[in-house]
């Protein structure tokens, strides 16, 4: 009997502990996305803003019909360089949390997956020739990385990241690989390289 009771009692030990575990992961886990919630909302904050939108419109439509990308970041006017970091570093801003770890990537392209392949593509030419004439001018890899993964994605399917469940909560999906792939970048320099290569020859 003794042994009996001392078994029960190492199973109701051992239980205990695992629940304890559970609790304290998620505790962890919801304390981390409490800590990334002022984070989002203050990046989403900028969605209010007709401005902000007005210059969207302008670095994804009218940027390349108004300025040559051979001009690159640097030579751009004035006012178009206030539009084009001013995105540019908005989604860049949503790119990086991401790669650090801080905002969940699923989430991130629920909402703005449209967005930022839309100004990765605006704006990619211009880096290139920016890091042609500027070696050590930035690459936003980060926001490269984050549009390589929404191109991923099947037309249509970053709106499935976020479901609302039976149970009347969000769930998440997932629906990225592990690993980015930074490509665009690369083939632009390898083109180019291989172009002036038979220009010489």
């Not at 007709?50 to 439509?61: D, G, I, Q, T």
């Not at 703005?112 to 839309?118: I, K, M, S």
């Not at 290139?128 to 500027?134: G, P, S, W, Y």
Request: hydrophobic content about 45%.
């Amino acid at each position: 009997m003794s042994t009996l009771l001392n078994v029960a009692a190492l199973i109701i030990a051992a239980c205990a502990l695992i629940l304890s575990t559970l609790i304290a992961l998620r505790q962890s886990l919801l304390q981390e996305r409490a800590n990334a919630s002022p984070a989002l909302l203050t990046l989403l904050s900028e969605y209010r803003s007709p401005a902000f939108h007005k210059r969207y419109e302008y670095v994804c439509r009218r940027l390349a019909q108004e300025h040559s990308p051979d001009l690159g970041l640097s030579g751009l006017p004035e006012d178009a360089q206030e539009a084009v970091y001013d995105i540019v570093y908005h989604y860049m801003d949503f790119a990086t949390l991401v790669g650090l770890g801080i905002l969940n990537e699923r989430e991130v392209l629920a909402l703005v997956r449209r967005r930022v392949t839309a100004v990765w593509d605006a704006i990619a030419p211009y880096i290139v020739r920016e890091q042609e004439l500027n070696p050590s001018a930035g690459t936003f890899s980060f926001l490269e990385a984050l549009a390589a993964h929404a191109r991923t994605l099947p037309p249509g399917q970053g709106t499935l990241a976020l479901q609302w469940s039976r149970r009347g909560r969000w769930t998440r999906q997932r629906l990225l690989p592990k690993h980015w792939r930074l490509t665009y970048l690369e083939r632009a320099q390898a083109e180019r390289a291989r172009q002036q290569q038979g220009s010489e020859s």
